[in-house]
């Protein structure tokens, strides 16, 4: 059985735990393959973030340049920012008009004197990245309308920006992808088949597998409570929000005209995203090798180990 490589949160700060290498949960999750998409995870020695990252919004986004360091809008260093906000003293926090301290606190209407960012390294920027789900344009189209707007270049999970960067095929991915869960009727389910993410929706994840990083924690999963449900680096595909994603690129692919036109269909619905950045499909084939899904008959089983 094969064992989990090293990876580690690209943390805001020194003083925050790293979590432990963790191994193959086992069963009930012995069918458990990762997805190869860790969001904010250190995955060389050179303590170089990978391209996948997930903001505080919840979508998951890949850096397509080569500054692939956290953003302050990811998850992670978000919440460590809240937190010192939070934690400041009486003094340090100005209050909007007609606002108690406490209304100040409860409600996020702090506007401390001197931001509190997280010290900049190697793998942490003090820059945002863009998220195209929430601002419903690609990256591209924004750059015209809003030349110098400070924003990290980073695209929303199309099929074929996941296959680019995990080096999956075509039919692999769409393997991986978690469609929604619905069930109106109230029938009896596993629980372990069911997530819920960050990004607000509910997915069926089968074969079984352990929560994921971009799973939530309030409300937890249904699942949480079973045993050897540890949560694991590697992100669950929203499938709902890939199709989103790829609505915001082919409304402008069927709109635009001429370079920009080119350029969104490019970047997120033909199999050529990353051409701004390096190519870290190499990369992540070789930090993943230890699980593979067998690519020359794919009927959808998958095996784990060498």
Partial sequence: ????????????SADTPQPAPQSHPGYPYHEYLPTRVEPCAILNVNDK???????????LVAIDCEDTRCGLNCLHAATWMTQ????????????L???????????????????????QSSTQGHD??????????????????????????????????ISHFTGFTDEITEYFLAELFYNPQSKGFDH???????????????????CASNCNDMPPCR????PRNVKQGDAILCKECTYRAE?????????????AHDEVARDGLQDSAGHHGPDHSAEYHQHHSHGQVDQKAFDGSTTFGD
Avoid at 1 to 12: D, I, L
Avoid at 138 to 156: D, E, F, Q, W
Wanted: aromatic share 10%; glycine share 8%; hydrophobic share 30%.
């Fill in 192 to 210: 372990k088949f069911t997530h819920y993410l960050r990004c607000g929706h509910e997915v069926w994840s089968a074969p079984f597998r352990p």
């Fill in 128 to 161: 945002k990245l863009f998220c195209e789900i929430c601002y419903g344009l690609p990256i591209s189209s924004y750059n015209i309308v809003n030349p110098g707007h400070g924003y990290r270049r980073a695209l929303c999970l199309t099929r074929p920006v």
């Fill in 247 to 259: 609505l915001v690129y082919s409304r402008y692919v069927t709109a635009g005209r001429g370079v």
């Fill in 97 to 119: 008009p007609g606002k108690t301290l406490f209304q100040a606190v409860t409600f996020s209407a702090t506007r401390p004197h001197h931001p509190i960012k997280p010290p």
């Fill in 49 to 59: 973030p990978g391209p996948f990252h997930l903001l505080a919004c919840g979508h």
């Fill in 1 to 12: 059985m094969g064992s989990k490589p090293p990876t580690a949160p690209a943390s805001p």
């Fill in 84 to 95: 010192k906000i939070s934690q400041q003293d009486e003094d340090s926090i100005d209050l």
């Fill in 223 to 226: 699942g949480r409570i079973f």
